[in-house]
């Protein structure tokens, strides 16, 4: 059993991933969730999973942490996540209340009472920044940080950046340079998981709340991805999980990887070398490259909706 605390910036992928990790609680230990300003405004991606958790029936503790990123100005995602940062589905507002606790003094108590804990971070990563430069002498107890962000060559904010590295990469470099395990799921290897509009038909919503949920956020998310002229959408962030529960499904290369922060181009692209008698960067990284079988990848998604379907009445 693992024990993690999700960083998010929920966001329907976010969503998706933590609804992933509901449904694998035999494997999970899920402490609590953190946000943080990235998709959308702190308020409003905290107020996103409260909402998520109180329709589906879960109370994990929800802590805010920093509302813009270290150095740069807030710069959130309507065009992919909508105004409120979870546009499209139908579903009732909050009544459940963020835990009163910055998220990394959450972090902070979480790590004096266990072992071990894993940090999936699937939002822009000031929080994980910032904890690490605060709370330096706690870090030896995260057995690993998993994140969904940068790639090892495609971008899609900047031609070679990714929008969680991007949007803060003072913070993501402190993170990169800890010298703790760290994986990465990068554009790429989301891309190669990505789901198929006709999938998405396929999920049928009288199977219960969880996928008509799941379906209503994936309608609106594909749109980002058909206006375009695509036919499938990635679900980001659920990579992450699903990489926890199944790291057989993934083709993965270690590689030395820093960030760039500053660079007409390249401001916010994850440089990934290879690690070689040349290598320049010191900061080995589980780079995930591609998902091996789509089919089995989707799978452990649509059996987390089956098993919510029949926990969420
Ligand atoms: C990442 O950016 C956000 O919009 C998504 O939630 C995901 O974490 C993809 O680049
Ligand atoms: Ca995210």
């Not at 609804?19 to 943080?36: H, P």
């Not at 702190?42 to 994990?60: P, R």
């Not at 070689?276 to 010191?282: D, E, L, P």
Request: glycine share 6%; hydrophobic share 40%.
């Amino acid at each position: 059993m693992r024990n993690i605390i999700i960083d998010c910036d929920p966001g329907h992928d976010d969503v998706l991933a933590i609804m992933t990790a509901f449904a694998n609680r035999d494997r999970f230990n899920i402490l609590g969730i953190t946000t943080v300003a990235g998709n959308q405004t702190l308020e409003k991606v905290t107020n996103n999973i409260l909402k998520v958790q109180d329709h589906l029936g879960f109370a994990y503790p929800v802590s805010m942490g920093y509302d813009s990123p270290i150095c740069k100005p807030l710069d959130v995602q309507p065009a992919a996540h909508g105004e409120m940062g979870l546009d499209g589905p139908e579903i009732a507002d909050a009544v459940s209340k963020p835990s009163g606790k910055h998220a990394i003094e959450f972090i902070k108590e979480c790590l004096e009472k266990v072992d071990k804990l894993t940090m999936v971070c699937i939002g822009p990563l000031t929080n994980m920044g910032l904890f690490l430069k605060t709370y330096p002498q706690l870090k030896n107890k995260i057995e690993e940080i998993v994140i969904m962000g940068g790639s090892y060559n495609l971008g899609n904010v900047r031609v070679k950046a990714e929008f969680n590295i991007y949007h803060d990469p003072e913070a993501a470099r402190i993170v990169f340079n800890s010298a703790l395990p760290m994986t990465m799921a990068g554009l790429e290897v989301c891309y190669s998981g990505a789901i198929n509009f006709d999938e998405i038909d396929r999920l049928n919503e009288k199977n219960g709340k969880a996928t008509k949920l799941a379906k209503e956020i994936l309608e609106f998310y594909k749109g980002w991805a058909e206006k375009r002229g695509w036919t499938q959408t990635a679900i980001f962030d659920m990579t992450t999980i699903i990489y926890l529960l199944h790291p057989e499904y993934f083709d993965l290369k270690m590689m030395n990887v820093d960030v760039e922060l500053s660079g007409v181009y390249t401001q916010g692209m994850t440089v990934c070398e290879e690690i070689s008698s040349y290598s320049r960067i010191n900061n080995p990284v589980k780079v995930l490259m591609a998902v091996k079988d789509r089919f089995a990848f989707l799978n452990v998604f649509y059996e987390a909706l089956n098993k919510l379907d029949q926990e969420c009445k």
